[in-house]
């Protein structure tokens, strides 16, 4: 079946740090990648997504690579702020008998002190 | 503005009761799904519409339920059979044409079981 896998968190960094939040997948087939936030008490919202391989996503400072042959989508951000603090999810969406059902990974939490 | 709501914020059961959780969307969206967030255990899809008077089962539906009576509304209901339904639970939409849909989520429903 599919699968996402992200690190383990918390994640703790100072302001201004740079932040990576490695993401792996499996799937049976091309999916489309996305990162998802949720900030405290939230739901959550899209962050940015690719839909091929070598696509960058882009939002907010954060990007994203559609890595097919290590099948992998990390995020990045060169500077991160206080209000980054959030947990952030991974997740894959493939067509399965005309549905799309999205596969999360986990969620790791971001943690930025001043 | 379009999106979706989830009331109520905040729900206290007693063990044994049944309740509903509601979830309106005004974006026109075709497919729904409600999830499930435990602490450190991500999203588990419960359950899945993806037309009025249609739904699927998710990966942990047993001891809850849902209707699809219109469009905009897919309300989960916890039944009493459900053994451990303190959780947060999230609802999401989206537009069901192809693997890159963004899902839309609600602010969530936080159920205390007392």
Known sequence: GNSVTQMEGPVTLSEEAFLTINCTYTATGYPSLFWYVQYPGEGLQLLLKATKADDKGSNKGFEATYRKETTSFHLEKGSVQVSDSAVYFCALSLSSGGSYIPTFGRGTSLIVHP | ?114
């Open chain 2, 1 to 114: 503005d379009g999106g979706i709501t989830q009331s109520p914020k905040y729900l206290f059961r007693k063990e044994g009761q049944n309740v509903t959780l509601s979830c309106e969307q005004n974006l026109n969206h075709d497919a729904m799904y409600w999830y499930r967030q435990d602490p450190g255990q991500g999203l588990r899809l419960i359950y899945y519409s993806q037309i009025v008077n249609d739904f699927q089962k998710g990966d942990i539906a047993e001891g809850y339920s849902v209707s699809r009576e219109k469009k905009e509304s897919f309300p989960l209901t916890v039944t009493s059979a459900q053994k451990n339904p303190t959780a947060f639970y999230l609802c999401a939409s989206s537009t069901r044409t192809s693997s890159v849909d963004t899902q839309y989520f609600g602010p969530g429903t936080r159920l205390t079981v007392l």
